[in-house]
């Protein structure tokens, strides 16, 4: 029995031999190798900033914005204090490190708040080196400046270059992140209109594009939407704009570029000779010359770059959606720009996937979420082509709440698995084939010239849409495959999402509404991943390092973060070496607080030290209640309209008053069903005579809400004198900030409990109004309207 178990552990050396020794082993809590010590002590307080021409109050860092970074050497043990000088709870979450679970950083999950006034010790031991980087786990305190970056130097040198400098990327808003979430629940297209990236339909049917803006209606989507939200600055280490002039002709420079945005993904491109990646989110990769490249939140890159003789190098960022950009220039002299990237097409998007017969707009919410079937979703909502269903329906269906399959896969075929363009699809054959001759010169051996393609996003036809976006240009040096005794659990998650209610989720499941995935240790954990929405999303995994299967089979990448494109599969597998709960996320900030997340669970005890601290605080965070509302103040009318909502509950106060002594309000409790359907009961109150405030008529009210297809807002309801009722209403951006709206109402009385006058069997109500909507700003809008009940008249609209 002990032979068999050495030889199971020497298979099992044999078969993660691309893995540092360190980073097989669980991580252990103390310094128990006698490690050299560390230290370092950072403060996060609240702060006046500007960083987008406004003084606002953000949360610093040390004082600064990021914070400072923090250097290692692997094979240290790092001690840090961290101090909380602010009058709200936070935290740090030391992304991408391998470490013992109680210092991970998710409060209420593996670690405690760091409360006002308190300091809390980080310690853990070095396993590792590359680019990392720490933020705040707390809320939505990394959008308000709560990052910073984490160096860790090899114990030996192992590339050719002079100097070091970090490149921390992010985004910037002047608005408190609450009320930007908040903001997006509501679901307007203010943020979009702001930025330019908004699609009217004059510009839709400027482009011969009314048939694929009518299918994404019919699919219940507005059009093809990139980013959530408007930032007035991009910013490279805090700075628009920085400048590096100590960098001297000749000299070769390790960028550290880390992605430390909340919501925004970049495109990056490099001034002078073609950049060398060298490093992925921390591991060592094959050398490749790359110049535009695309780098997701959470996600870190390292490019080698040589100082010219002739001037200094721009190293540029634009934001995936085109809406604003930032440099940094490294040396003097007159600027080498960086190649510019054209700003995405939405219109044209949005026909190519018309053309394409994609289905769009999977829900976000299952209407029993505690048995969701993914395969069964999959199935329904991926991607079909030609009548072949590519959604990989082979696997067998297993309906635990879980989603596991645990049914083995032929290994040899996962790895010759490329990262697929639709659902599964291999898009080798819709992409042109990369030009891999070995370079003049060239340092390494296996380096590609995949940086010499044109800087343009070009594509020939739909087909190639998202090729651009895969991981084919990351090889490891090493061997990264498992040994193929070890057991292999399969997991399917399904990326979904409800933009107009701002719902993000697994399986159609939020966290709020899910169990943990539970996973085993010594064994391989295979995820794929199927994007059904129209977003990219970066997702994180605590604690651990996983193989995104690529191209490059056995030698495929290992990465922390792996950005799943739009309608687009990945797979990724671990090998289980670890303990207690960890948190899995999409690492877009907002998506991450409004319900795309998972606890990955090694099903061990709860430390004993967490007690105090429920995990129900951590999930009650994704699922809190946003209120919002909006007045119209008109010649004619004044309205009001407040809502309180979250995941599945609703409260609706509605009244108008019109100038000739109308009245009518109405007081709802509605609860959704799933992402279209939610039931309602309330009270209605209007008076009975026109013209008239002496008789008001309360009644008792109920039905359903239903958001159909092409996007109308179908009211069906009854009341307590059993008089049924139907309205339906809908709104149209028609030219940049200008949205045309309608509703019409009717209602029947057939006297089943009120008398109808002699001679009546049936007696109808209708009103209708329509009007035109300006957006001046993000809380105020002129509005102009015509309601049957109170004429025709305009004025003002104020959001809060």
Request: net charge negative.
């Amino acid at each position: 029995m002990k032979l068999k178990t050495h030889l199971f552990i020497l298979a099992l050396i044999t078969g993660l031999s691309g893995y540092c020794q360190n980073e097989l082993e669980a991580s252990v809590e103390g310094n128990v190798n006698n490690l050299p010590v560390k230290e370092y002590k950072i403060t996060i307080n609240q702060e006046s900033v500007n960083k987008a021409g406004k003084e606002v109050m953000g949360m610093t860092i040390n004082g600064s914005i990021p914070g400072p970074t923090l250097e290692f050497t692997e094979g240290e043990y790092a001690v840090i204090y961290v101090e909380n000088k602010m009058d709200v709870e936070t935290s740090i979450h030391w992304h991408g490190m391998l470490l013992p679970n109680f210092y991970d950083g998710v409060p209420y999950l593996t670690t405690p708040p760091i409360m006002p006034g308190t300091t809390f010790k980080y310690e853990f031991e070095i396993k590792q080196h590359g680019t990392y980087w720490y933020h705040s786990h707390t809320m939505l305190q990394e959008q308000s400046g709560v990052y910073g970056s984490l160096l860790i130097n090899p114990k030996e040198k192992l590339l050719d270059y002079d100097k070091d400098l970090v490149l921390l990327l992010s985004d910037w808003t002047n608005e408190k992140p609450k009320d930007v979430l908040r903001f997006l629940k509501r679901g307007t297209e203010w943020y979009n209109i702001k930025k330019g990236t908004a699609t009217p339909l004059n510009q839709v049917i400027a482009r011969g594009a009314l048939g694929a803006q009518v299918d994404f209606w019919r699919q219940r989507m507005e059009g093809a939407d990139i980013a959530d939200i408007y930032y007035p600055a991009f910013l490279i280490n805090g700075e628009e704009r920085i400048e590096y002039p100590e960098f001297k002709p000749g000299e070769k420079v390790r960028l550290r570029i880390i992605d430390g945005a909340a919501s925004t993904s970049f495109w990056m491109t490099f001034g002078g000779n073609m950049p060398t990646l060298v490093s992925a989110d921390g591991k060592d990769v094959v050398p490749v010359q790359k110049n535009k490249t695309f780098i997701a939140v959470a996600e870190t890159y390292d490019f080698i770059v040589t100082i010219p003789d002739d001037g200094k190098i721009e190293f540029k960022i634009m934001a995936q959606d085109g809406s604003g950009t930032a440099s940094a220039f490294l040396g003097t002299g007159r600027i080498l720009p960086a190649p510019e990237v054209a700003r995405p097409d939405k219109i044209g998007m949005m026909q190519k996937m018309a053309k394409m017969k994609m289905k769009m707009g999977a829900p976000a919410l299952q209407f029993n979420p505690s048995n969701p079937d993914p395969y069964e979703l999959k199935e329904k909502w991926g991607m079909k082509m030609d009548g072949m269903d590519h959604g990989d329906m082979k696997m067998k269906k297993d309906s635990s709440k879980t989603g596991m399959d645990h049914s083995k896969m032929d290994r040899s075929k996962m790895e010759m698995k490329k990262d697929s363009t639709m659902s599964g699809m291999d898009d080798s054959k819709m992409e042109m084939k990369k030009d891999t001759m070995k370079m003049v010169n060239s340092p390494t051996e296996n380096m590609s010239m995949d940086g010499m393609k044109d800087m343009k996003m070009e594509e020939s036809d739909g087909m190639s849409m998202f090729s651009e976006y895969n991981y084919d240009y990351l090889k490891s040096p090493e061997k990264t495959s498992y040994d193929e005794d070890i057991p292999v659990t399969e997991i399917l998650l399904n990326l979904t999402g409800n933009m107009a209610r701002y719902i993000w989720s697994f399986n159609g499941v939020p966290l709020a509404e899910s169990d943990k995935i539970k996973i085993k240790g010594d064994e391989v954990t295979r995820i794929t991943f199927n994007n059904l929405t129209m977003m990219h999303h970066p997702l994180h995994l605590h604690g651990h390092f996983f193989r995104v299967i690529n191209e490059n089979g056995e030698y495929s990448p290992l990465k922390h973060t792996v950005n799943v494109p739009p309608m687009k599969e990945v797979t990724i597998e671990f090998y289980g070496n670890e303990y207690g709960d960890w948190f899995f996320h999409c690492h877009i900030l907002y998506h991450l607080d409004s319900g795309m997340a998972r606890i990955i669970s090694y099903d061990t005890k709860r430390d004993e030290r967490m007690k105090r601290y429920p995990v129900s605080n951590l999930i009650r965070e994704t699922n809190k209640f946003y209120t919002w509302g909006m007045l119209d103040a008109a010649s004619h009318m004044t309205e009001l309209n407040v809502v309180s909502s979250n995941i599945r509950n609703q409260f609706t106060a509605l009244a108008g008053y019109g100038w000739n002594e109308n009245i009518e309000a109405e007081f709802t409790y509605e609860y959704y069903l799933n992402d279209w359907v939610r039931l309602f009961g309330g009270v209605n109150v209007e008076n009975e005579m026109e013209n008239s405030m002496e008789e008001l008529s309360t009644t008792a009210i109920g039905g359903i809400r239903y958001f159909t297809p092409y996007m109308f807002a179908l009211d069906l309801r009854v009341d307590n004198k059993l008089r049924p009722q139907i309205s339906l209403a809908r709104e149209i951006m028609i030219f940049p900030r200008l949205v045309l709206f309608g509703e019409y109402e009717f209602q029947a009385d057939f006297g089943w409990v009120d008398e109808l006058p002699e001679g009546d069997n049936f007696k109808k109500e209708q009103t209708w109004s329509t009007g035109l909507e300006y957006f001046i700003s993000k809380n105020f809008s002129l509005m102009g309207s015509y309601d049957s009940r109170f004429g025709a008249g305009g004025g003002l609209s104020i959001r809060f």
